[in-house]
Nanobody
Framework: QVQLVESGGGLVQPGGSLRLSCAAS????????MGWYRQAPGKQRDLVAT???????NYTDSVKGRFTISRDNARNTAYLQMNSLKPEDTAVYYC?????????????????WGQGTQVTVSS
């Protein structure tokens, strides 16, 4: 079974920085796109950034120039460097990955989510 585990969330003052990590584990053949999403209280889960296996990135407008998504394919890990954080960035951040993996001796491909990590930006 594939698991995604996020880490790196916490409490930070406005203008500060955090780096989130997302590590995938399991019998993995390859990871296609990876992404970060966030969900604030009472709101829907929204896309923050995505990165393809080839390194092509995409960002929602509100984080362009402040956040950077990257990945280490050898470690099956994605990162989200968040700079110049604002109170409106406060949310639970979730990692998502499109994974090709082995289960019950069959090669499969499906979408997976992490459990989420809380990011709070407040003075």
């Amino acid at each position: 079974q594939v698991q995604l585990v996020e880490s790196g969330g916490g409490l930070v003052q406005p203008g500060g920085s955090l780096r989130l990590s997302c590590a995938a584990s399991g019998v993995i053949f390859s990871i296609n796109a990876m992404g970060w999403y966030r969900q604030a209280p009472g709101k829907q889960r929204d896309l923050v950034a995505t990165i393809t296996s080839g390194g092509r990135t995409n960002y929602t407008d509100s984080v362009k120039g402040r956040f950077t998504i990257s990945r280490d394919n050898a470690r099956n890990t994605a990162y989200l460097q968040m700079n110049s954080l604002k109170p409106e960035d406060t949310a639970v951040y979730y990692c998502n990955a499109d994974v090709s993996y082995l289960r019950d001796f069959v090669r499969r491909r499906s979408d997976h989510w992490g459990q989420g990590t809380q990011v709070t930006v407040s003075s």
